[in-house]
């Protein structure tokens, strides 16, 4: 199964775990959850940290994995992989990661970004949730860190949130 198979199916296990029953609400809109504030954290034991809410948790699933990786349980969910080709699903150029997004994200629409970066790239994507047929939205960033290749990726319900894990990707570095 890929990784990003995986994201979306463990997104969608977090959020019907974590929504709440509407039909008890009073009316009325309701009222946003504060933000947590950020904070570096270190990743379990991958040599990286990352700014992230100071509330989630974060699971390494490496030894499972049987290569470095990650889980951070916020809103939403995101992943963090790492390898160089030889291990995980890291994929060596963005055109072969964005072959692999399109074949993984369900029913994939298309990409809205797709930029190189100083140390690898940003790739979005739209497709649709495989539950309720919204729309879902994606985000894989790739960065370089360590002389070791890491990835960092979700599916979300809105861009707003791929647009929070991109900003908290974008913060991966080495450990202090």
Known sequence: MSRI???AALSLAVLAACKKDDSSSSS???AKPAEAKLAFKKL???PLEAEIPGDANVDDATKTAGFPSVTIYA???FFVMGGNGDVGDIKPTMDAEKTSLQHDMNGFKQFTRSDKTADGWIIELEGSSMVDNKPLYGVAV??????MSWDCTTN???KDEV???EKECASLRAAK
């Open 142 to 147: 790739r960065r370089a860190i360590g002389g």
């Open 28 to 30: 009325g809109p309701a």
């Open 163 to 165: 647009a929070k894990v």
């Open 44 to 46: 379990g034991g991958l």
């Open 75 to 77: 809103q939403p969910t």
């Open 5 to 7: 198979a995986i994201a």
């Open 156 to 158: 979300a319900d809105s």
